[in-house]
């Protein structure tokens, strides 16, 4: 088998099969080298599937004793822990073989490799030994959970989101390190399913974003039960016989939690340690991501980068997704394709989701002077009185002069599911004009957007319900 090359992937994630499956498109000869998680990198594996059947789980328990219909008593009767997570893992194998290995297996000129690759020089890698060159190369090698400079943590022993996916028996209590989209999604995750949980994050808020809904969020997260603790600066942790005990400082005061497992959620490092990538050249920033130009190029420009892995401003399945087919068209045949981010929807799978695209008011303010802005409740929306879920928020940010919509931000259950409305409105430059004279189905959720765009002129209160 020859050794040269017309395209090297470095990763099994989801921009480098995305990559690989455009390079078979366009009959390039291809070769991919994975290693670290399995085929499907963290999406499958670690990360969305799993994660997300498992939040079902536990809304699905939540809603049983929950739903706050009058009349209906619904009893949840031997919750297995142990199962619940066996059918996660069983899910995850069968996607991981339709998806990721049998698609592999049916690319025609795409050869896969298992091991770590290193460069040897800008136009060739080692991996097990043996040589590999070619004229142009992606890498898509993904991201690690980040260990804090914690004092005695990894002795006293820590979970990330790997671990926190197999748990064979369920934590009585758990300490979780971060509220990014991990640390709440498998906050609200643990807690449902009986844990007794504490947040400790840096931060004053649980998340980035707009106040009004991360302050919402994180008062139903409480009522829910969980201890948050904002303003923190961890230090250390310990064993106490059976128990892990962290101390930290919050307020200037010294405090401390117990808990039988410690979960890590405070970000994460890309994989770039073991590439050797000084050898071929290319240039890494203070954050260990290599850094690359709105085509997706390294510093040297026959060399690529998609995913976590790189400095990119938004770091998720969905745009490595994409980024692997935008940058195997710029690799082989010379295109520009790049992503407008600004455009690209996010959501934290909690329940209620937190979901946004575009614009917040900070960020409008800092670039006009000014935000046209409004919040809507979700006790105005229909549905959401139909179906006793009005504890939502959506806010919708426009231009000030061309009420071209700029920002919308979502929590309210499917909150991942309307961002993708608001993603096209943005996407295409739609004003409030547009969205107001639009017919949503009644009754339905995605009725707020509509409710929001008519609150910049009415006054919703005083308005049907069909408008």
């Not at 939540?62 to 619940?84: P, Q, R, T, Y």
């Not at 991201?143 to 400079?149: G, I, K, N, Q, R």
């Not at 259950?413 to 309307?418: E, F, I, V």
Request: glycine share 8%; hydrophobic share 40%.
């Amino acid at each position: 088998m020859s050794n040269q090359y017309d395209l090297i992937i470095i990763g099994g994630g989801a921009g480098a099969f995305a990559a690989a499956i455009k390079a078979n498109e366009l009959k390039a000869i291809t070769l991919m080298v994975n290693q670290g998680l399995p085929l499907g990198g963290t999406c499958v594996n670690v990360g969305c599937v799993p994660s997300k059947t498992l939040l079902w789980a536990g809304e699905v328990m939540h809603l049983a004793k929950s739903h706050n219909i009058s009349g209906l008593d619904i009893e949840v009767k031997n919750f297995d822990f142990s199962k619940v997570i066996q059918h996660e893992l069983d899910l995850v194998a069968r996607l991981k073989e339709e998806k990721y290995q049998k698609v592999l297996s049916q690319l025609e000129y795409v050869t896969h490799v298992e091991g770590q690759a290193t460069f040897t020089s800008s136009n060739e890698i080692e991996v097990n030994g043996q040589k590999y060159q070619a004229k142009k190369f992606i890498i898509a090698a993904g991201s690690t959970a980040t260990v804090p400079p914690i004092g005695g943590i990894r002795e006293v022993g820590f979970l990330t989101h790997i671990e926190a996916l197999k748990l064979k028996q369920q934590p009585r209590e758990l300490i979780v390190v971060g509220a990014g989209p991990v640390g709440l999604e498998f906050t609200q995750m643990y807690a449902r399913f009986g844990t007794k949980v504490t947040i400790l994050h840096r931060g004053l808020s649980i998340f980035r974003g707009e106040e009004e809904l991360t302050t919402r969020l994180a008062k139903l997260l409480t009522n829910e039960g969980i201890t948050i603790k904002t303003g923190v600066q961890v230090q250390s942790a310990r064993k106490e016989g059976d128990k892990k005990v962290v101390s930290y400082l919050v307020e200037e005061k010294q405090e401390e939690v117990s808990a039988d497992e410690i979960l890590l959620a405070v970000g994460k490092t890309p994989n770039t340690h073991d590439l050797t990538l000084d050898k071929a050249g290319v240039e890494i920033d203070e954050k260990q991501a290599i850094k690359v130009n709105p085509n997706f190029q390294s510093s040297q420009s026959h060399i690529y980068s998609v995913g976590d892995i790189t400095n990119g401003p938004l770091r998720l399945e969905t745009t490595a997704g994409r980024e692997g087919t935008l940058v195997a068209e710029n690799a082989l045949k010379g295109t520009q394709n790049s992503i407008d981010y600004n455009s690209v929807p996010w959501t934290i799978f909690t329940d209620p989701q937190l979901a946004g695209v575009g614009f917040t008011e900070k960020e409008q303010m800092k670039r006009f002077g000014t935000c046209m802005c409004k919040t809507v409740s979700f006790k105005d929306v229909p549905k959401a009185l139909i179906i006793n879920r009005t504890e939502g928020l959506i806010k919708m940010a426009i231009h000030p002069e061309t009420k071209q919509i700029m920002g919308v931000h979502i929590l309210s259950p499917n909150a991942g599911d309307l961002i993708a409305e608001a993603m096209v409105l943005i996407k295409n430059k739609n004003t409030i004009d547009d969205v107001v004279n639009s017919l949503p189905m009644f009754p339905t959720l995605s009725e707020a957007i509509k409710i929001a765009a008519l609150s910049f002129t009415n006054d919703i209160t005083k308005l049907s319900c069909c408008i």
